[in-house]
């Protein structure tokens, strides 16, 4: 089996900063994805990577970039935090290059005070 | 729009009784995953269905082969541990890359 690491679990910034999640996994697998879930609502696709150095938009990318700097881990940052960002951000990863299984981390929760 | 539409959204069952969920989808589908999130906040992959059903233990699922414009989800015989929020996510037929669409969740307690 294999896992996915999410770090921080919390992060706490100021209005304004940038801020960074960083996910890892040691699946091997070549896809890696980050979801924003809010509360009540479903998973938002903000990025995603077929493979290391790919980069792809998903439906909620703006005031976000991700970096995917090698095959086992994909980091995403806030470019510029706002109070209406608070959201568990969840990453996930899946072998090929999309429509197979996805396995997910357990989140990362950001706060914005 | 929402393409994925999942209902009930809350849901309070009682031990030992059964019940199933939907997602209905917008658009043709060309595959379905249910995910159970759990109390730390990680999604567990239930089932994946490209057609047909798949059964494990209590839990059935069923993609309709034929539309492709829903799924659904039975749990029989629910139990305390079955409590969560229940995610069903698409994969649209049409899309040129795989990506998954989220509904909005079912929130299910299991109560004795």
């Known amino acids: 089996g294999g896992i996915i690491t999410q770090t921080p679990k919390f992060l706490i910034g100021q209005e304004g900063q940038k801020l960074t999640l960083k996910c890892q996994q040691n699946f091997n697998h070549d896809t890696m994805y980050w979801y924003r879930q809010d509360s009540g609502k479903g998973l938002r696709l903000i990025y995603y990577s077929i493979t290391e150095n790919d980069l792809q938009k998903g439906d909620l990318s703006e005031g976000y970039d991700a970096s995917r700097e090698k095959k086992s881990s994909f980091s995403l940052t806030v470019t510029s935090a706002q109070k209406n960002e608070m959201a568990v951000f969840l990453c996930?990863?899946?072998f090929g290059q999309g429509g197979n299984t996805l396995y997910f981390g357990e989140g990362s929760r950001l706060i914005v005070v | 729009g929402d393409q994925v539409e999942q209902s009930p959204s809350a849901l309070s069952l009682h031990e030992g009784t059964d019940s199933a969920l939907r997602c209905n989808f917008t658009?043709?589908?060309?595959?379905v995953q249910w995910f159970r999130q759990n109390s730390r906040g990680s999604l567990i992959s239930l089932f994946y269905l490209a057609s047909g059903t798949k059964e494990n233990g209590r839990l059935k699922s069923a993609f309709d082969s034929k539309e492709r414009r829903y799924s659904t989800l039975h749990i029989r015989d629910a139990q305390l541990e079955d409590s969560g929020t229940y995610f069903c996510a698409a994969i649209i037929a049409s899309s040129s890359f795989s990506k998954l669409v989220f509904g909005q969740g079912t929130s299910l307690s299991v109560v004795p």
């Open positions: 658009t043709t589908m060309r595959s």
């Open positions: 996930a990863s899946s």
